[in-house]
């Protein structure tokens, strides 16, 4: 595996937010550093994390970048990069499965392909297992144990109808799935469904939004393929709408496999996205915390690649966003949720 580590220097370690700004290009082209020893700054700066995903024409990931291959804009105006890295991270991985009553034949299959990423996660990952229909139920809070992991995938119970909007605000507003200030790691949540939701207190709006402010990546496997729009469709297929909406907006992608032949592909897919991901960093020229949308675009000269990423931040709610290089930009920002509830599998 073809790693890069962070650029930086000892000046930049230690200087202080008001002679930060002037310190950048001493950043930019300092000495590579040993690995995961990544730049740290004064809590009062605002450290834009963004976890990039290059693949090419064949859909193939693509490592070896370098810092130099990546040109980041804000609102179309340029922005430097100061931190940029491809090692391999540790992963906290939310898998949310539907367990509906419509799931009930797709189910041995979804958990064979889920066992294979539970499987495909190293000692320093960690991940949770839920099942979501009309309720919302954590089968295994976060763990590194596969063997824990494995027992919740096979635990997976249909019934009921589908809540996946409340599980995926359940899930991001969740205080637990959140790491440590010092903590390098990469935040992704998978969800699996095969239909439209039917018995959520919450829209896809609020989903979609909340989605914007958190720096999770997720992707996203309907098991329904989308109606095709044709002159009769009153509406456009709204539960595809969704899930497509939700990857793009938050970086990650979205899948309607033909067939439940095909899933094990997907979840291997996504595997190896979340290991072959750069995480590249920077501080907005805009200072200005108005709490607009700004929108992020980054470009790569290489080739014909193809990359994806979040598509913007609120500058207002930025405070210090925590992603694979959360331990960047230092601070002890609040995310302001509060507990949520969790229900419990019943015991045996």
Known sequence: MRHRTPTQTAA????????????????????PAPPRNLPTFSSAVDVVNLNVSVSDGKDRHVTGLAATDFKIFEDGVPQQLVV????????????????????QPSLPAVKTAAMRLVRALQPDDQAEIIQF????????????????????????RAEGATGIYNALYLTLKDPKFRKK???????????LSDGEDTSSMVSDEQVLSLAKKENVTVFSISLRQPRP???????????????TSLARDTGGRSYFPAGLA????????????????YALGYISSNPIRDG???????FTAQGNLMLRHKQGYYAGAL?????????????TAKTGASTLPREQPPQD
């Open 133 to 156: 229909n009309h309720r919302f139920t954590v089968l295994q809070d976060f763990t590194n144990d596969q063997g824990l992991l494995e027992t919740a995938v096979n635990g997976i």
């Open 12 to 31: 930049g370690r230690a200087v202080l937010a008001s002679v930060l700004m002037t310190a950048l290009p001493l950043l930019a082209h300092a000495e």
């Open 84 to 103: 940029f890295t491809q090692e391999r991270l540790p992963i906290s991985l939310a898998i949310l499965i539907d367990s509906s009553l419509s799931m």
């Open 262 to 277: 095909q899933i094990d592909g997907v979840y291997d897919k996504i595997a190896d996205e979340l290991r072959t991901q």
């Open 319 to 331: 405070r210090v966003l925590r992603s694979a290089v959360g331990a960047a930009a230092v601070g």
């Open 229 to 243: 729009l044709t002159l009769d469709t009153e509406a456009p297929d709204r539960a595809a709408f969704f899930l």
């Open 292 to 298: 607009k949308w700004r929108r992020i675009a980054i």
């Open 181 to 191: 200030d010092d903590e390098l790691r990469r935040q992704a949540v998978v969800v």
